[in-house]
C-alpha cells in the first residue's frame, strides 16, 4: 500500500530528494523511505534521521535536457499526466 501511495507521487523508496522545513531555510538532501500517518512523506536525512515532511516542502532529482540534474518541486510532478512504465520498473 505504501509503495502504490509512493508510486501516486511519483517516488520510489530509496529515490534522491531535498527539502527544507520551512520556507527560506536551505535545502538538505534526503531520500524517501515511505508514508507517514498524517500523510506527509517519511524520510532519512543525510545523518539519516527520520523525518516528516509535507509534499509541498520536497524536491526531486530529474534528469534535465542535457543530462544534468535539475530539481523539480513534487507538487508538479503529481500534476503531471500519468505516464506508463515503459521497462516494468515500477
Known sequence: MVDTWLRSLGLK??????????DGERWMPGK????????????????GRSRAIPVESIEVAERGP???RVWTPLPDIVERAEQLDLFGDA
Do not use: T
Not at 523508496?13 to 520551512?22: D, K, L, S, T, V
Open 32 to 47: 524517501v523511505m515511505g508514508r507517514e500517518a498524517d500523510g506527509s512523506v517519511d524520510l532519512r536525512d543525510a545523518r
Open 66 to 68: 542535457r543530462g544534468g
Open 13 to 22: 523508496p530509496g529515490a534522491e530528494i531535498r527539502f527544507r522545513r520551512q
